[in-house]
Nanobody, 118 residues
């Protein structure tokens, strides 16, 4: 089993920055890729960014150029640096990890709230 714990959310003004962290524990060897999702009120959960075990990254078009995903395998921690935030980025951000055997997003954190004020 794998446990994921997010931190770093909060309230920020438009144009500001935040860095989210996701600490993984448990059977880390069962993890392959990791990623960040977000869910705004009344909207479906959407993929924000992903990173593979070889540090290949992918971003949603809406955040490309503003957000940066990274991981520190020595610390079993993934990060999301968010710059130039807008009110449209307001959401609960979830950390997710893919099971290396099934490829499914099998593990999820509890979420951290990011609120961007105008």
């Amino acid at each position: 089993q794998v446990q994921l714990v997010e931190s770093g959310g909060g309230l920020v003004q438009t144009g500001g920055s935040l860095r989210l962290s996701c600490a993984a524990s448990g059977i880390i060897s069962s993890i392959n890729g990791m990623g960040w999702y977000r869910q705004a009120p009344g909207k479906q959960r959407e993929l924000v960014a992903t990173i593979t075990i070889r540090d290949m990254t992918n971003y949603a078009a809406s955040v490309k150029g503003r957000f940066t995903i990274s991981r520190d395998n020595a610390k079993n921690t993934m990060y999301l640096q968010m710059n130039s935030l807008t009110p449209e980025d307001t959401a609960v951000y979830f950390c997710a990890a893919a099971n290396r055997y099934t490829g499914n997003w099998a593990y999820w954190g509890q979420g951290t709230q990011v609120t961007v004020s105008s």
